[in-house]
């Protein structure tokens, strides 16, 4: 699972994004993320989020999930909903898990 960091800010990154019919990199999609809670309600803050691709890095994109956004406690479980749109358009769907940087 991917961690989300409570009370701190979260990079998401989405690495290698490629184009499944020739895997070409994909560099000029738009990006964006929104996570939901277990019921799949929008977590409040974290709603398509955009994400920018990084230049030179083959189909890397990064996002911020602020520090100010209510995770809840550690353990507290979400689905990270990632679309992607360029020629194409892609879907993904990560769990994550809330949880402190660091050990507490």
Known sequence: MLP??????????????????????VNDATVTFTLQDADGVDVAGAVDVSMDYVAASDGRYEGLLQ???????????????????????DFRKIRCVAGYRGVR
């Open 67 to 89: 520090d100010t956004v209510d995770i809840g406690v550690p353990g507290t479980e979400f689905d990270l909903l990632v679309l992607i749109v360029s020629a194409r358009t």
């Open 4 to 25: 989300l960091y409570i009370d701190s800010d979260t990079i998401i990154r989405l690495d290698q994004n490629q184009n499944p019919t020739d895997e070409e990199f």
